[in-house]
């Protein structure tokens, strides 16, 4: 066992919601007074397009973007393309939190302009925005290897964003944003499908991407939500109730454009392409390209923390373990919050060290540490193995990286190092993570592993289970609200009780060694800072999605305003509504405890 450093308040707070990473360039003073943007024009003057500029247009792409057909793409960095609007597009939603963040007014979201551009119309904007946008390419590996099947020409050049499309960068009280449509049609990496994302779907998006960043989970944030009035694409999906691994019918579903927003979107695929064209020298440019996208990611997504005087050998060096950190804290906070990504390939995890892609996601209600939402993630992106994705996905990124240090063999030692101290940097974040959620200073293995035993047996609802116990219980009886109980005889029963109770004993002394420094009720406030009393429940959002698509928003908003204060304790009324255990009929039903495709 590992000893850990203090946690103190401050620090366990910040470092276990380590959000901070992505706001560099972070806004002084006149910028906070930015005067609001009120209308399309005023975000159009602080348009600055630095992807466009720095990177390399594809150069087979035809010139005014209408590049709707799968097709090879064999270099350059981006493919010009024009959004395809959704037909009859219906505001229902953006977060108010980030608009206010953004200073952009509360009700430029249902403006006209406003509503045109993000539901996918772009022919009308503002100068000097552009009338096209922009999808890229990049690579695939599930669990660090490399797959080129899933591409339709079988070489890996017709994979890449095959429905997201960013139609403008930003930069706003001093901070750098990328805006990209999800939905908003296909691009030349459609691999033939429509290019479309539904309701439901944006909905799941849209909503986890504001209460992750509200629980201080580094995630690409939500815009806006608009919803087309006749349009409809079929996917599958299940009858109700149904108990089908896989989808059991086929739907009509209507079809919605969610705009996301992130420092950058490039992940870790993005440079993996790169670094295979120039290792395997696929073109003449292909190492100056893999350059290009690696100085970009730095100037987009690091630019605080790496000086852009350094030599190139350098900076890669500190890529790599600024990226380890960012990637160790993330992985570490959605394991704090009961997140499971479900699908982390490495083109679903962001070289800025965020969520991206809440696709097949969920979080944990009743404990399992292989938790998995999504029948075809398997083990391998289950809950409790994401540090070992992570690395997975860190091994492909260090790779990615290795053709630009070849005449440099003291910085390959280097860089493989830092990869190799990944395993190491991500078991003291969890450690760290694990004795903050508990309330201790330190990390104690035997206390933590028989939690996890008892967690399991039990089992106990996760976010329950931690916020009853951030009220420090002098008995079992509160922490009983988070038990999903069982059939099990009554000798079981009673063993697990006895466990429980000496569990609850010897947290109880590790708890009583910390008041001296520390009041009982300073500790709970501590614990109540990392363990949230509401997440997100699969059973709860599925009605909001379902009532959206006949058009009413109302508890679509009422779990948007539930989620985006998760730490925040509410009424009764709220309680009895979101700080529940998943009822037992929810349980091992398609698309509420598990889902084979969720787009
Ligand atoms: N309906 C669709 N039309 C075109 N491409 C699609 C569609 N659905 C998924 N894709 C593409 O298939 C790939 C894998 O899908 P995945 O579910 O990981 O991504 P996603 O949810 O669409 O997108 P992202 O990773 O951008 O959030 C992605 O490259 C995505 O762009
Ligand atoms: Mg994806």
Known sequence: MKANNKIGSTTADNELKPDDSQSHNGPNTAEKNAPTIATLDDLAKLTNYSLLEALNCDPDATVDGVDHNPRQVFSGHYVPVKPTPIENPEYVAHSKDFFQELGLADDLAQSEAFLRLFSGDISQVPEPMRDHGWACGYALSIYGTEYTQQCPFKTGNGYGDGRAISILEAVI??????????????????????????????????????????????????????????????????????????????????????????????????????????????????????????????????????????????????????????????????????????????????????????????????FHPYFQPWTGGGRHFSFFNQPMAAERNFQMFCSALRPLLETHSEAVVQLDEIQEGFTEVMQTKLEKMWAAKLGLNTFNAELFNELIMLMLQTPVDYTIFFRELSNLPNDMMPLTKSFYTEAMSKSESQQLDARWADWLTQWTSLIAERTPQLSRDEISSQMKCVNPKYTLREWQVAPAYQQASDGDYAL????????????????????????????????????????????
């Open 556 to 599: 679509l908003r009422e779990i948007q305003d539930v989620m985006t204060q998760p730490y925040t304790e509410k009424s009764k009324d709220v309680d009895d509504k979101y700080y529940r255990l998943q009822p037992a009929a929810f349980f091992e039903v398609g698309g509420l405890s598990h889902y084979s495709c969720s787009s």
């Open 173 to 366: 009280k001093g901070r750098r944003w990328e805006m990209q449509l999800k939905g908003g049609g296909r691009t030349p990496y459609c691999r033939g499908a429509d290019g479309r994302a539904v309701l439901r779907s944006s909905v799941r998006e849209f909503l986890a991407q504001e209460h992750m960043h509200a629980l201080g989970v580094p995630t690409s944030r939500s815009l806006s939500l608009y919803v087309s009035k006749s349009e409809k694409v079929k996917r599958p999906w299940y009858s109700e109730g149904s108990h089908s691994l896989d989808p059991d019918r086929w739907v009509m579903e209507p079809v919605a454009i969610s705009t996301r927003v992130a420092p950058s979107f490039i992940r870790v695929g993005q440079l993996e392409l790169f670094g295979r064209r120039a290792r395997k020298q696929e073109h003449p440019q292909a190492m100056i390209e893999l350059k290009q996208l690696v100085l970009h990611l730095i100037d987009r997504e690091y630019s605080q923390v790496i000086d852009p005087s350094l030599s190139l050998e350098a900076k890669i060096l500190l890529l790599a373990r600024a990226f380890r950190d960012r990637l160790t804290s993330l992985v570490a906070n959605w394991i704090r919050v009961g997140y499971c990504q479900g699908n982390f390939n490495s083109d679903n995890c962001a070289a800025g060290g965020f969520t991206l892609d809440y696709g097949p996601y969920g979080f944990c209600q009743a």
